[in-house]
């Protein structure tokens, strides 16, 4: 009851104050006839979130590193959100920031090879990939931010799917509790910023909220034992996205980090689909993916699901090929 009171005081005083200090996007500059809304409103998410840990997580140097890391990435948001930082700075920040909860005590140690019951074990590679994890989600779930309350649904779903395997008894030999704990306050700041932001939005968390949920992903699947194959399951299609779309560049001798509509979210703008219907989509997509991940052990039906989804995106894309719109008139399409 505490931290639901706390919480809506910190929603209705992070709203006004924004509005106050004139914190609010820019619509007209998109093509949306729509009022402006507060901005880069993933701070207040991350406040919410530090009442969360101060009333249910035990202290320890893990939790710190944490949540020392976490505002750091926060913080950065804030800034490129209003001032717009140098793509360097960020990935340099980025860096910084996931370097320090890997050597506050989180790591990948070993992977579990896809539907083969074996392990790679990293032994001195496992600093730099746990690194190069964290970083590569923070921006991943960023990518999605091209649409309101996309990251925000996706992410609730992905942080379902791991306190749901976290709470399954029987299956760790280590405790589970700091997943469980972040993960549930996870869980509870995402859902906020999909109501927030769905269909028509009151904020918009900005980077200072999508790097967040995409940061804490990456940490929580690392956390007591590691649950990547989990993560990698119910996030497939942002990650595949984000790989392609970061290739694709890179093909065409472009910056890796510069910005196109080339995204998948942008082929089914392209392609018709409404902002709400793709939401709905990548949701229910994330969400069967996270029950998947958490009850079926057998590599055939995930393997199943996962192809299943695949072919589904291919089919939603074909079907609607005629519909997309021209390139130059895409401005219209450009995230709020």
Known sequence: MIFAILSLLVLIAGYFLYKKLGWMDKPKKYGFER????YSFG?????????????????????????????????????????????????????VCAGLVVFGGAEILEVAVPF????????????LVSVVWIVFLTNALNFLDGVSGLTSAVSFNAFLGLVGLALLPGVHTVSQDLVVGFGSLMMVVSLLGMVLEFDKPKVLIGDSGTMFFGFMLAVLSML??????????????????????????????????EGDFNHLHH???????????IVVMYGLISFVLAMVAIFYWNSVVKFLALGGCVIGLVFVILYNHKKYADWENFDKLKSS
């Open 35 to 38: 009022e402006p809304v507060p």
């Open 43 to 95: 701070f207040v998410l991350f406040l919410i979130f530090l009442i969360g840990v101060s009333l249910y997580i035990s202290f320890s140097q893990e939790v710190l590193s944490v949540v020392v890391a976490a505002a750091g990435i926060v913080l950065m948001g804030l800034l490129d959100d209003r001032f717009g930082l140098s793509p360097v700075f960020r990935f340099v920040w980025q860096f």
């Open 116 to 127: 083969v019951d074996q392990t790679i074990v990293l032994g001195g590679l496992g600093v």
């Open 224 to 257: 007591n034992g590691g649950k990547l194959a989990t993560l990698g399951l119910v996030l497939i299609v942002p990650i595949l996205d984000g790989v392609g779309v970061i290739v694709m560049r890179v093909l065409n001798k472009r910056k890796p980090w």
């Open 267 to 277: 082929l089914f703008l392209r392609a018709g689909l409404s902002r709400r219907m």
